[in-house]
């Protein structure tokens, strides 16, 4: 753990300031101001098109699938369509920014191309991954254990569960 600890010390070193290089070149998969909405009037965005974000946790394709399964559970038949769709940018737009950053942190450590910040994010990653590989996935918590709503609006579901949280059938 000593090691552990030593590591993140001094990745957070003022010595290393000048060995790390972030591109201050703004990149596609990386929108500095996410959308303040992904719907406008009758017009909705799912996906990379509302959430463009690097590759890096394998998040993107997943994304859009749980933006699709949200918005056809929010509009179903009889429900406003104005209404569904703000709804539908309330409950996504929380959860797809947070791992829109995620992802952006991600990449910027990936990127790192300094002999010496290459040497240690590998030594960190080598050491975390020996002292702790629970460590590594607790990363994941918050992204890949989201679940749709319980009842399918073919079912009559007039109200979806909040994403997240556990029901008694759980």
């Known amino acids: 753990m000593h090691r552990l600890a030593a590591a993140v010390a001094l990745l957070a070193s003022p010595a290393l300031a000048g060995c790390v290089t972030v591109s201050a070149q703004p990149s596609p998969h990386e929108p500095t101001v996410p959308l303040p909405a992904y719907h406008r009037g009758r017009t909705a965005l799912l996906g990379d098109a509302a959430h463009p974000m690097a590759p890096t946790l394998g998040q993107g394709g997943c994304q859009a699938i749980e933006d699709a399964v949200v918005l056809a559970h929010l509009a179903a038949p009889g429900s406003g369509t104005g209404r569904a769709l703000a709804r539908y940018t309330a409950q996504r737009l929380p959860r797809t920014t947070d791992v829109l950053r995620r992802s952006a942190r991600i990449r910027r450590v990936v990127s790192l191309s300094s002999r010496p910040a290459v040497a240690l994010r590998t ?39 909040p994403q997240n949280t556990p029901t008694a059938q759980d």
């Open 123 to 161: 030594a960190l990653l080598t050491a975390v991954g020996r002292l702790g590989p629970g460590m590594a996935l607790r990363g994941f918590d918050g992204i890949a254990d989201w679940q749709p709503p319980r009842r399918t609006y073919a079912a009559g579901a007039a109200t979806e569960r």
